[in-house]
C-alpha cells in the first residue's frame, strides 16, 4: 500500500546531487541512439568494443570508426591477437574503489581470469562513456547493466566465431578465463587468437545476450585488490598535487576569508619582487564559489616559493554585507525560530490531535554543525592554454562539468577542452564541485606555459563548499500503551542568501520520508530557512549523515521514554515489511530494513545484558539505495573519554562486488563518521571560518579505531553502491551506547561540545 | 642561496640556488621530482610528508634541507630494494589491500619501516604510538594494523 507523506518526493536533494539521480540524467543531452556498433581493429590487430551508455539501462553501440580497423584506446574491452586483455576504467578514482570494480563487472561477463586483465583509466569521452562522475555512490547502479552487457556481447561474440571456425553450434562452446571451450570434444582457443576474426562479426541482437547466473561468478563478490596499489606503495606519480608539465609554473590562489569579497588592492609589486615569483594579478571571477571566487593569483618556481610569497601578500578587501555571520547567530536565531510556526510544513495524519490525547509527550533540540571535506590531498589543479585549447589535470569527481565551467568563465568552446583523469585523494563529495579548476584555467589564460595551482591545507579548509549545519526542533507523542502516536520536526535550515523564494542549500533539504519512521501515524515536517553565505556542498551522504543521527537518536528516545527495548521499539515503527513504494527502489523497502536491523542486533549480542559501565546503541538507515543497521559497544570513563569497544555493521547493497573494496567503504565510512562526532566542526565568525588545519580540525587517528565487524545479507536486487552508506547509521549508534552507558543524552554534535572525547 | 649535496635513496642528488630553510618536503618534490612524499598540512601534524632521515622517521614538511644535508635520506620510492622486491610492508600494503584513495599511505608506510626496524615484534600499543602522527582521512587504520603485524608475524622487516 503506497503512503504518499513517506515517499511523497523521494527526497532527491538529500541523498543524491540532482544531476547524478538516476531517473533525471540531465547533464548530458544523451547522443543519438545508434543502435549498431562497428568493429574496429585494435592496433596490431584484435577486437575491441566500444559503447556508449545513455540513461538508459543498455548500452549504445558506438561506431568508433570506419572498420577498416584502427586502434580505439576509449573501448571497453580491448582484446589483442596476442591475448592481451585490457578493460577501460571509465569513472574517476577517489578512493571508493571504482577503478577496480567497474572493470570486474566487465571482465566477469567477458570471463576471463582477473589476473590476466589490464585495467586503464579511460579519457573522458561522453559520448563513449556516458556519465562518468563519482558521487551519490551511482557508480554501481548505473553501471551494472551496461558494464555486463559489454563484457557478456563481447564473450558472445568470441564463442560465435569459435563455433563458426570449429563447425559446432554456439551451444555446444563454454567459456573460460579467456578461452572458448568446445564442449564436445574439449579443444580450446584462445580469445586472443579469435580476436581478429571476431573483429570482423556483425553485432549480435541484443536480446540474444545471456549474461550470467550470480552463481556463475567467479570475480564478483571476490576480494580483490585495488589495481592501483603497486604504484600507490611504491610512491608513483598518481595524483594531482604529482603532476609536472615542461615549463610549469606553480600558483596559489588567495581568496578573501569572508567568502566573496572583492579585491581593492594588493601589494603585487612587492610580492612580484619576491623570490622565485613569476608574476602576481587579482582576478575579479564571477562571483560563484562553484565557479572563480575574487582573488589574488601568484605565479612562482616552486610550491615553497608560492607559498612563502602568499605570506607577503597584503590584500585590502571590498567590504561585505556578510561579515557579521556567525555559527552563534544562527544557533541563537534557530533556537528561536524553532518555537514558532514553520515556513513549510507537510503533514500527514493529525499531529496537533495526537499531542492533545498523548500522555507523554517527549522534546528534543538538535544541533550539528558545518563540517569540511578535509581531503588528504589539498584541492589542486593543472592546466595550459595552448593554442586556443585549455587542456586540464584535474583532481575532479565531476569531470564532465569542466567544459561547460569554462565556457562560461573563461569563453572557450567546449570543444576545446579537454580533461584528464587522475587518481583522486580523496572527494567525499569536495571535488563534485569545480572551483579549483576554474582558478586553475583562469591563471593559466593568462599565461603561455603549464600552471599547476595548489591549495595549502589552511586555503582547503578556509575556502571548502562545506556540509551544512542544521537544527532540529523535534517533537514526539506516546499514548497510554507507550505506542508512537505524533512525530514533528521543525527543521532550521538554510538557503544561499539571494535565492528567492528561499530553498535548501546542497545537502540542507529533508522531506517527512527522511524520517524513515512510516509507521508512525501522526507526522508533521516543517523546514524554516535562514539565509546564508558561507558556501556549501555535496559531502558524504549529504544530508543522510546528519539527519540520520536527529532521527536515530530520537527514536531511542522515544524508546526509553516509553520504557520499550530500542530494538523493538525501533522495528515497531518500520511497520509491515513491505516496499513504501512498489518497484522505485529510491523508496524505503522496510522487509529490507527489518532484515539489516535484527541481524545487527543478533551480532552484537543484544538480548545479552552488557558489563557494568559499558553501553550499547543501535542505529539504522537507508540511503543511497543501501540499508545499513550498527551497533556500537564502548566505554566511558570518569573523564568522559569514550572507547568504543566494538562495531558491528550489517548491510544490504543487494550482493557486494568486490568484498575488499567494498568493505573498506564501510571501515572508511565508520571511522570518518567517528571523526566527525568526536571533535569536528566549522564555525564562521564574522563571516569568515576560524578553523585552519588539523590542529583545530581533528581527524581520527590510529589509537582511536575501534574494531569494526562488518556482516552482509545479499538479496537478488541488483548491486548498490558503497561510498556513502555506511556513515548515516554510525554516529547515532555511538551516541545511543554513551546515553546507555551513562545516561547523558548527547543532542549537540560534537560531543566535545558536551564534554566528552574519543 | 646555496648549492646542496643530498644522499637521496642511495644517491647523490645536488640542488643548485636553494634557501636552506626550504622544507625538505618540497626540495624532494619540486627539485629533485620525487613526488612519492606527499604534502597534507605543512605543519607536522598529518604525517603525509614522512621519509627516513638517517633511519628515523621524520615529517619533511617541518625540516629544513640544510639540517638533512649530511645524512641519510630515504623516501618512498626508495623504500623498496629494487622494482622486483618490494619492502615486506609493500607487500603486506597490497595483500590486505589497505589503500582508499592512497594520499597518504607513502607517509603510512616510512612510519611503518620505521616501527618495525626498531620494534619488530610491536603490540597494539607501539603500534599506536608510532602510527599516531599519520592522519588516514579513508579510514584504513584496521587494516595498516593488520598489515603491520602480518609483516611482524612472518619475521619482520629483516
Ligand atoms: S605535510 Fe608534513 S606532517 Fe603534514
Ligand atoms: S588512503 Fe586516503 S587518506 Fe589514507
Known sequence: ?758 | MTRLSLQVNGENRFVENIDPSTPLLWVLRDHLGLVGTKYGCGKGLCGSCTVHVGGKAMRSCSLPVSSAADQEITTIEGLAKSNEELHPLQDAWIEQDVPQCGYCQAGQLMSAAALLKEKPKPNNTDIDAAMSGNICRCGTYQRIRKAIHSVAEKGGVA
Open chain 1, 1 to 758: 500500500m503506497k503512503n504518499d507523506f513517506d515517499v511523497f518526493d523521494p527526497i532527491p536533494d538529500v541523498d543524491l546531487p540532482s544531476f547524478l539521480i538516476e531517473k533525471e540524467d540531465r547533464t548530458f543531452d544523451p547522443m543519438p541512439r545508434r543502435r549498431f556498433l562497428k568493429m574496429a581493429g585494435v592496433a596490431g590487430g584484435g577486437l575491441a568494443l566500444a559503447f556508449a551508455f545513455g540513461n538508459g539501462e543498455r548500452p549504445e553501440p558506438l561506431a568508433v570508426s570506419d572498420g577498416s580497423g584502427g586502434f580505439s584506446p576509449n573501448a571497453y574491452i580491448k582484446i589483442g591477437n596476442d591475448g592481451n586483455v585490457t578493460i577501460a576504467a571509465k569513472n574517476p578514482e577517489v578512493g571508493q574503489g571504482v577503478k577496480t570494480f567497474l572493470p570486474m563487472i566487465v571482465a566477469e561477463e567477458l570471463d576471463v581470469a582477473w589476473g590476466s586483465v589490464t585495467v586503464e583509466q579511460s579519457e573522458i569521452d561522453g559520448d563513449r562513456f556516458g556519465r562518468q562522475s563519482a558521487g551519490g555512490s551511482q557508480s554501481t547502479p548505473r553501471n551494472w547493466d551496461p558494464l555486463r552487457m559489454a563484457g557478456a556481447t563481447a564473450r558472445a561474440m568470441l564463442v560465435a566465431i569459435a563455433a563458426k571456425q570449429w563447425g559446432v553450434s554456439k551451444k555446444q562452446c563454454n567459456t573460460s578465463e579467456g578461452f572458448v571451450i568446445n564442449s564436445q570434444d574439449g579443444s580450446r582457443l584462445s580469445y586472443g587468437e579469435l580476436a581478429d576474426a571476431a573483429a570482423k562479426l556483425p553485432l549480435p541482437d541484443e536480446k540474444s545476450i545471456q549474461l550470467k547466473e550470480r552463481s556463475e561468478y567467479k570475480i564478483l563478490g571476490k576480494w580483490i585488490p585495488g589495481v592501483d596499489n603497486h604504484a600507490i606503495v611504491t610512491g608513483q606519480p598518481l595524483f594531482g598535487y604529482d603532476q609536472v608539465l615542461p615549463g610549469m609554473v606553480y600558483a596559489v590562489y588567495v581568496k578573501c576569508p569572508i567568502f566573496g569579497a572583492k579585491v581593492k588592492s594588493a601589494n603585487l609589486e612587492k610580492v612580484k619582487a619576491l623570490p622565485g615569483v613569476i608574476d602576481a594579478f587579482s582576478l575579479e571571477g564571477d562571483g560563484s564559489a562553484e565557479s572563480l571566487m575574487p582573488g589574488v593569483a601568484i605565479l612562482a618556481e616552486s610550491t615553497y616559493e608560492a607559498f612563502q610569497a602568499e605570506k607577503q601578500l597584503v590584500v585590502e578587501w571590498g567590504s561585505s554585507e556578510f561579515d557579521q555571520e556567525s555559527w552563534g547567530g544562527f544557533s541563537t536565531e534557530a533556537a528561536k525560530l524553532a518555537k514558532e510556526p514553520a515556513a513549510q510544513s507537510d503533514e500527514k495524519g493529525d499531529f496537533s490531535g495526537a499531542q492533545e490525547s498523548a500522555s507523554k509527550t517527549i522534546e528534543a533540540f538538535y544541533t550539528y554543525p558545518f563540517l569540511s571535506h578535509a581531503n588528504m590531498e589539498p584541492q589542486n589543479c593543472t592546466a595550459w592554454f595552448k593554442e586556443g585549447k585549455m587542456e586540464v589535470w584535474a583532481p575532479t569527481q565531476n569531470p564532465q562539468r569542466i567544459a561547460a565551467l569554462l565556457s562560461g568563465l573563461l569563453k572557450i568552446e567546449e570543444s576545446s577542452v579537454v580533461v584528464n583523469q587522475l587518481r583522486i585523494g580523496g572527494g567525499f563529495g569536495r571535488r563534485l564541485m569545480n572551483d579549483f579548476a576554474a582558478e586553475a584555467c583562469a591563471i593559466a589564460h593568462r599565461i603561455d606555459k603549464p600552471v599547476k595551482l595548489v591549495w595549502t591545507r589552511e586555503a582547503d579548509m578556509a575556502h571548502d563548499l562545506y556540509r551544512v549545519g542544521g537544527f532540529h526542533q523535534m517533537t514526539g507523542t506516546l499514548d497510554d500503551s507507550g505506542k508512537w502516536t505524533g512525530l514533528k520536526d521543525h527543521f532550521i535550515t538554510f538557503s544561499q542568501k539571494d535565492q528567492r523564494p528561499a530553498k535548501p542549500v546542497k545537502g540542507g533539504n529533508a522531506s517527512g520520508a527522511s524520517m524513515q519512521l512510516p509507521a508512525i501515524p501522526n507526522v508533521s515536517f516543517g523546514k524554516t530557512f535562514l539565509p546564508l553565505n558561507t558556501p556549501t556542498g555535496w559531502w558524504r551522504a549529504p544530508g543522510s549523515c546528519s539527519l540520520a543521527w536527529v532521527f536515530q537518536s530520537f527514536v531511542h528516545e522515544m524508546a526509553v521514554a516509553a520504557g520499550r527495548d530500542h530494538f523493538d521499539f525501533l522495528l515497531e515503527q518500520l511497520g509491515e515489511p513491505r516496499w513504501l513504494e512498489e518497484g522505485n527502489r529510491r523508496s524505503l523497502n522496510t522487509a529490507r530494513a527489518i532484515d539489516v536491523i535484527k541481524l545487527a542486533a543478533e551480532k552484537s549480542d543484544w538480548s545479552k545484558p552488557i558489563p557494568e559501565g559499558r553501553g550499547r546503541g543501535l542505529s539504522f538507515y537507508f540511503s543511497h539505495l543501501g540499508y545499513f543497521a550498527e551497533v556500537a559497544e564502548l566505554t566511558v570513563s570518569e573523564t568522559n573519554h569514550v572507547t568504543i569497544d566494538r562495531v558491528v555493521v550489517v548491510g544490504d547493497v543487494g550482493m557486494l562486488l568486490n568484498k575488499s573494496g567494498g568493505e573498506n567503504q564501510v571501515e572508511g565510512s565508520v571511522v570518518d563518521a567517528i571523526s566527525t562526532l568526536a571533535g569536528q566542526e566549522i564555525t564562521v565568525e564574522n563571516g569568515a571560518v576560524q578553523q585552519s588545519n588539523f590542529h583545530d580540525y581533528p581527524l581520527l587517528r590510529m589509537a582511536s579505531q575501534p574494531p569494526i565487524e562488518i556482516h552482509w545479507i545479499e538479496t537478488d536486487n541488483s548491486p548498490t553502491g558503497l561510498g556513502e552508506p555506511a556513515f548515516p547509521p554510525l554516529t547515532a549508534a555511538v551516541t545511543n551506547a554513551i546515553f546507555d552507558a551513562t545516561g547523558k543524552r548527547i543532542r549537540t554534535m560534537p560531543i566535545s561540545k558536551e564534554g566528552f572525547t574519543i
